[in-house]
């Protein structure tokens, strides 16, 4: 096979897997949370980090702290965790969730302007 074919489809085959990616993650974050907690409405999702005990679900939102903090409150209570604390500035919230032993944190935090951070923790 002549090398331009050959570079041809190696170009062709890193331009799908770069395209795939994006949905890779996004299928993997999905994986992540499961059926553990839910995804805040409207949040852009950033990425995945794995911890040796835990993993975080990173996203980006427009709405306020609060708001995160009152949505994921709900949904977790409804998925059978425990609120054990759930503390609420304007600038960031803080919500520490229990269920069988595990532990659960949902954190909240402007950034740019009207932009939260937060992250899902399981």
Request: aromatic letters at 8%; a positive charge; proline letters at 5%.
């Amino acid at each position: 096979m002549p090398t331009t074919v050959v570079a041809r489809v190696l170009l062709l085959a890193l331009c799908c897997l770069l395209v795939a990616a994006p949905a890779l993650s996004q299928d993997d974050y999905r994986a992540v949370l499961g059926n553990e907690a839910g995804v805040f409405p409207g949040a852009e999702f950033k990425r995945v980090i794995r911890f040796p005990k835990a993993t975080a679900v990173l996203f980006e939102t427009g709405a306020s702290p609060a708001e995160v903090s009152a949505f994921y409150a709900k949904d977790m209570v409804a998925r059978g965790w425990t609120i054990e604390v759930n503390d609420v500035t304007d600038a960031a919230s803080y919500l520490l969730v229990v269920k069988n032993g595990r532990r659960a944190i949902i954190e909240a935090q402007r950034g740019l302007p009207g932009r939260t951070g937060l992250n899902v923790s399981l």
